[in-house]
């Protein structure tokens, strides 16, 4: 999955991967969260006014949303033997929900019974240069999630994580040298599984 704050262009990068995969012969699964789902439209909702829900609902909705993306889409596609790749998955929860008043082990404990990715890349950039991405390209303000002194809480979250899955790449390298370091990173992580694989 492609973590890190908000503009650092983990979708291009997502869909990059996910035509190299495809040419090498895989079978990709790409998907995204928040989803199109129920919960992900109420979550879309939660863009224009944060304050109609409480941090523990905010937390309910997106566990509730990946409850049913990982049932629906996730799980189905591992055992089929896809290789999925997520734009966002619960360490964004435990970034963002961390960064708006919840407990960051709290929220880890609520996702443990999700399936832990295998890679989890953190697009690293300071905030700064996030937000002028936004302005410039989108051509409008932050929302309330994206807002300079929101990202720099998220972005300290995501600094102070500790996972053996967790591969960080600076966002601020053009794409094509982010794709070859993804790209290197993916590969690793195939033939470690390949060989996992071959000894069992
Ligand atoms: P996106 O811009 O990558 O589509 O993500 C939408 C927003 O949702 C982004 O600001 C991060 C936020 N988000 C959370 O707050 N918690 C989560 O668990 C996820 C998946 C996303």
Not at 73 to 84: D, E, F, N, S
Not at 115 to 127: G, S, V
Not at 153 to 173: C, G
Not at 184 to 193: G, Q, S
Request: glycine letters at 4%; aromatic letters at 8%; charged letters at 25%.
């Amino acid at each position: 999955c492609f973590e890190g704050i908000d503009c650092t262009w983990k979708s291009t990068q997502l869909h990059l991967i996910t035509e190299k995969l495809e040419l090498l012969g895989y079978a990709v699964v790409s998907t995204r969260e928040p989803t199109g789902g129920p919960f992900g439209l109420k979550i879309r909702e939660l863009f224009v006014d944060r304050g109609v829900v409480t941090q523990e609902e905010e937390l309910e909705l997106f566990i509730a949303d990946r409850n049913q993306h990982v049932q629906e889409v996730i799980a189905p596609a591992l055992a089929k033997g896809c290789v999925v790749v997520c734009d966002r998955y619960y360490l964004s929860t435990v970034a963002y929900q961390g960064a708006n008043g919840m407990d960051p082990d709290y929220i880890m404990k609520k996702n443990k019974d999700f399936p832990a990715p295998d890679l989890a890349i953190i697009l690293e950039m300071e905030p700064a240069q996030g937000i002028q991405r936004i302005q410039n390209q989108r051509n409008e303000n932050p929302n309330t999630f994206e807002e300079e002194s929101n990202l720099t809480k998220v972005a300290a979250i995501f600094t102070s994580m500790q996972h053996p899955y967790i591969k960080r790449i600076s966002a601020s390298d053009s794409i094509e040298n982010v794709h070859l370091q993804v790209v290197k990173a993916v590969e690793e992580i195939l033939a470690h599984k390949k060989n996992q694989t071959i000894e069992d």
